[in-house]
């Protein structure tokens, strides 16, 4: 952070005490003699410290200055390309991978980066000849192998990217168990794009085994989280407590479990005039925790205490969340919240929110729990790489949500095999749900330039295609243990 003869030394230390207490204005104020100076590398530790501590923008003006002292460090245009894609600034992300590769043109990392910014818009074709330099630059790197693996469209077992894979798998470095389950998930999306089931199954299983090792989920605690909502969120608290609710027209929740068609629905939505998707955001969450800790005894929290949050309190959060929203789209008519497992949360969202619109987004089990399990995803709650746990989820989100629609009037739910059936009704019956006019842009999802990030970013720049329904099937024999879980069939 700061050697003994940095003259900032006492400053830095003093930016991570404060933000260490929460107090990030008193942390951007001592940072400013850091900021103003000629020191690069001091900015730089200025700006690791904002970023550890979840200050993206602070860190982002620092990085901004380390590159106006140094220009051609890639080290510093790297991390501020990163910085900017974590605050939804992607074009000037992309810019910044392009600057680094024009000084470093052999950085796979800035190749990696740049890969995923274009995919996250639909720009393939520039992503995949990308990572397969990157992936030949820097065999190790195994995000860019799996990334590869979900846009690569594999024709025999000799493409050159399996047999890397192959030989990688055949002969391991040593690795952590992240990176080999990214090697082998990659592997087995490979075989399965070629019809060698078995052998795809082998290995995503391998991948999932290896992952889990660094699960924490417990499938107890899980019981324990949906029982609480169960019993703290009933229906006489939903009367009480509703009428005073803050009543804000935007705010739209998808819900629903990952691999359900929530990013085809949100792309459909988000195409529409009048609608802005923010994606998989984390508001909800950050403003019910403020509101506890702003609204409750000491020592009381959510949802154990929401009969006695008082109704302002709700409101007061409700405020706060619409608010967060408006912030992202100054001027939409509705702002999705693609955050799915704010199924979680529609219980305090009901109480928060009295308009709050809510889509539910269901699929056949079989088809998205395998989707759950053949997928490296950056969050699923740690729940998708074992049967048990998977299978056993799936049940408690299931009864979870019967309790919310018992509650909440209104919930809109969309069957993902009737959406690819008819996607111009279903469409129709979405933006009637958001009570606004139809406009013919929401049929032509596949041309919005907005960013995906979710493992669908591939599949809603396509045609609507109907493979996946019943996709599982090519698994029946392997999936029988988790069929018998949730009781299908």
Not at 58 to 78: F, G, K, V
Request: hydrophobic residues 40%.
């Amino acid at each position: 952070m700061g050697s003994p003869h940095n003259p900032f030394t006492g400053e830095l230390l003093e930016i991570r005490r404060f933000l260490h207490q929460g107090r990030e204005p008193a942390a951007t104020d001592a940072a400013m003699p850091i900021l103003e100076s000629d020191n690069p590398e001091a900015i730089f530790s200025a700006a690791r410290l904002f970023s550890d501590a979840g200050a993206a923008d602070q860190s982002a003006i620092a990085l901004e200055r380390c590159t106006e002292l140094d220009p051609r460090n890639p080290i510093y245009r790297l991390v501020l390309a990163r910085t900017y894609e974590q605050l939804g600034l992607v074009k000037k992300g992309a810019r910044e991978y392009r600057a680094v590769l024009e000084l470093d043109r052999d950085n796979a990392a800035a190749m990696h980066g740049l890969a995923a910014n274009l995919a996250s818009h639909g720009d393939s074709e520039e992503a995949e000849d990308l990572l397969l330099q990157a992936v030949v630059k820097a065999p190790q790197l195994t995000t860019a192998h799996y990334l590869l693996s979900t846009i690569r469209r594999y024709q025999d077992h000799d493409d050159p990217h399996l047999r890397q894979l192959r030989s990688l798998l055949k002969n391991p470095a040593p690795q952590s168990a992240s990176d080999y389950s990214r090697l082998c998930f990659a592997f087995g999306r490979a075989l399965d794009q070629l019809g060698d089931f078995a052998q795809a199954f082998r290995w995503i299983q391998t991948a999932n085994e290896a992952r889990r090792k660094s699960s924490k989920f417990d499938l107890a605690d899980e019981r324990s989280l949906v029982a609480d909502r169960i019993a703290y969120y009933p229906a006489k608290l939903q009367e009480q407590k509703r009428r005073s609710a803050y009543a804000a027209s935007w705010p739209v929740l998808i819900v629903g479990m990952p691999r359900s068609g929530s990013t085809l629905v949100e792309q459909i939505l988000a195409s529409h005039p009048d609608v802005y998707g923010a994606g998989e955001i984390m508001d909800l969450q950050h403003c019910l925790s403020l509101a506890a800790n702003r609204h409750l005894e000491q020592g009381e929290t959510l949802p154990s205490a929401a009969a006695k949050m008082p109704a302002h309190g709700w409101r007061a959060a409700g405020e706060s969340y619409a608010h967060h929203l408006r912030q992202r789209h100054a001027s939409a008519s509705r702002i999705v919240d693609k955050q799915l497992f704010n199924y979680l949360e529609l219980g305090a969202a009901g109480l928060m929110l009295k308009k709050i619109r809510i889509i539910h987004c269901v699929r056949d089990p079989m088809d998205t729990l395998w989707s759950c399990y053949f997928n490296s995803f950056r969050n699923d709650r740690g729940f998708s790489n074992d049967f048990d746990d998977l299978g056993n989820a799936w049940l408690l989100y299931r009864q979870l949500m019967q309790h919310w629609r018992e509650q909440i009037p209104g919930i809109h739910e969309v069957n993902y095999e009737s959406l690819v059936a008819d996607v111009a009704g279903e469409a129709r019956k979405l933006v009637d749900f958001l009570e606004l006019d139809w406009d013919d842009a929401c049929l032509s999802f596949r041309d919005n330039p907005r960013q995906v990030t979710t493992a669908s970013q591939i599949q809603v720049r396509q045609d609507i295609y109907r493979s996946s329904v019943g996709r599982w099937r090519n698994y029946e024999r392997q999936l029988q243990p988790l069929r018998e879980i949730i009781g299908a069939g």
